[in-house]
Each structure stands twice: as structure tokens, then as C-alpha cells.
């Protein structure tokens, strides 16, 4: 019987280890995965710490090359329109050349009175001044013959390549045939419709 009971205490105490080391298991199994958890909390902490770093440093370099590309753009841009201003000057330089050459020319007459019977035909009002460069006051005869009673006044100020301007101050009209505004006009052309733009 004693035999018995020493069994029966031996398969106890087994039992009792059996629980114990089952319940060891299960708790280094929880404390092992407790751990595993909190190395991946920490794993992602980290690295969403780093991608945001990372993110922003990227960020700062997106800036300084936009930055940079900006003004680069600009210095080039600036370069350009200097350019254009230039090529626009010499052109202009030249077209006052030729402007002058043609205006001494024989065919220059036979311009100058156009436009003043162009001023006739749209712009005969009473009253009205005539303004042309020096050397054409001596078409003063004709341009009377051809608009009627006016005044013809040089002003080297208002034309100096050629043409007229009519100025009627009670009717508050100006009429600008110069040779001056058309060249004026080819630089506004030259902005508008060249395609020689930088935006």
C-alpha cells in the first residue's frame, strides 16, 4: 500500500511538474512573443522615424533643385531678353537707316502726299495742324492744295523720319501717319506677333 501511495504521490508530483512546466511554456511563449511585438513596435517606430527623415531631406533637395532650376531659369531668361532687345535694336537702327535713305529718295514724295490725302479723306476737320519734319515744309503748297485750310507746322519732335501727324486740339483728334509710329509700330508688332517670347 505504501507502494501504492508513493505511485499515486510520484504521478502527482509529475502532474504537478507537467502543469508547471506547461505553464512555464505558455508564459516564455507570451513573454517571447511580448518581446517579438515589441521589437516590431520598435522596428516600425524606427523606420517610420527614418522614412520621415529621409522624406524630409528629400524634400529640402526637391526645394534647393527647384530652387536652383528657378534661377537658372531666370539668369537665362534674363539673357534672352537682353539678347532680344539687342537683335530688336539693331533692327530698328537699321529700318531708321533705310527709313531716311527713303525718305531722300524720289519715291518719297509721291508717299508723303498719300498720307496727306489720306488725313483729307478721312480727317478734314477745320482747324487742323499739320505736323511734319523741317525738310518737308516745302511741300507746304501741296499739302494745302490737297487737305484745304490748315496749318503746317516742322516738328522734328513728332516726325523726324517722315510722314505727318494731324492735330485738330478743338476736336481733340491726333492722327499719327509718320514714318515715327510706324516704326514704333513694327517694335509693338515685333513683341506681339513674333513668337519671340520667353514666358
Given at each position: 500500500?505504501?507502494?501504492?501511495q508513493?505511485?499515486k504521490?510520484?504521478l502527482?508530483?509529475?502532474?504537478?511538474?507537467?502543469?508547471?512546466?506547461?505553464?512555464?511554456?505558455?508564459?516564455?511563449?507570451?513573454?517571447?512573443?511580448?518581446?517579438?511585438?515589441?521589437?516590431?513596435q520598435e522596428?516600425?517606430?524606427?523606420?517610420?522615424?527614418?522614412?520621415?527623415?529621409?522624406?524630409?531631406?528629400?524634400?529640402?533637395?526637391?526645394?534647393?533643385n527647384?530652387?536652383?532650376?528657378?534661377?537658372?531659369?531666370?539668369?537665362l531668361?534674363?539673357?534672352?531678353?537682353?539678347?532680344?532687345?539687342?537683335?530688336?535694336?539693331?533692327?530698328?537702327?537699321?529700318a531708321?537707316?533705310?527709313?531716311g535713305?527713303f525718305?531722300?529718295?524720289?519715291?518719297?514724295?509721291?508717299?508723303?502726299l498719300?498720307?496727306?490725302?489720306?488725313l483729307?479723306?478721312?480727317?478734314?476737320?477745320?482747324?487742323?495742324?499739320?505736323?511734319?519734319?523741317?525738310?518737308d515744309?516745302?511741300?507746304?503748297?501741296?499739302?494745302?492744295?490737297?487737305?484745304?485750310d490748315?496749318?503746317?507746322?516742322?516738328?522734328?519732335?513728332?516726325?523726324?523720319?517722315?510722314?505727318?501727324v494731324?492735330?485738330?486740339?478743338?476736336?481733340?483728334?491726333?492722327?499719327d501717319?509718320?514714318?515715327?509710329a510706324?516704326?514704333?509700330?513694327?517694335?509693338?508688332?515685333?513683341?506681339?506677333?513674333?513668337?519671340?517670347?520667353?514666358?
Amino acid at each position: 500500500m505504501a507502494d501504492m501511495q508513493e505511485d499515486k504521490l510520484e504521478l502527482f508530483e509529475q502532474e504537478i511538474m507537467q502543469r508547471a512546466q506547461a505553464q512555464r511554456d505558455a508564459i516564455l511563449k507570451e513573454a517571447e512573443q511580448m518581446k517579438r511585438d515589441a521589437l516590431g513596435q520598435e522596428e516600425n517606430r524606427l523606420l517610420d522615424e527614418s522614412f520621415h527623415r529621409i522624406q524630409s531631406q528629400i524634400d529640402e533637395i526637391k526645394t534647393e533643385n527647384i530652387k536652383e532650376i528657378s534661377r537658372e531659369t531666370l539668369a537665362l531668361k534674363k539673357e534672352l531678353f537682353k539678347q532680344r532687345e539687342q537683335y530688336l535694336s539693331q533692327m530698328i537702327a537699321e529700318a531708321r537707316v533705310e527709313l531716311g535713305s527713303f525718305a531722300k529718295s524720289e519715291r518719297y514724295e509721291a508717299y508723303f502726299l498719300g498720307k496727306i490725302r489720306e488725313l483729307a479723306a478721312s480727317w478734314k476737320l477745320e482747324g487742323s495742324t499739320i505736323k511734319v519734319r523741317p525738310e518737308d515744309t516745302a511741300f507746304e503748297p501741296r499739302i494745302r492744295e490737297i487737305y484745304g485750310d490748315c496749318v503746317v507746322e516742322a516738328d522734328a519732335g513728332a516726325v523726324s523720319l517722315g510722314g505727318a501727324v494731324l492735330v485738330n486740339r478743338e476736336r481733340g483728334v491726333e492722327v499719327d501717319l509718320s514714318l515715327d509710329a510706324a516704326l514704333a509700330g513694327q517694335r509693338e508688332w515685333f513683341y506681339r506677333g513674333s513668337n519671340f517670347n520667353f514666358d
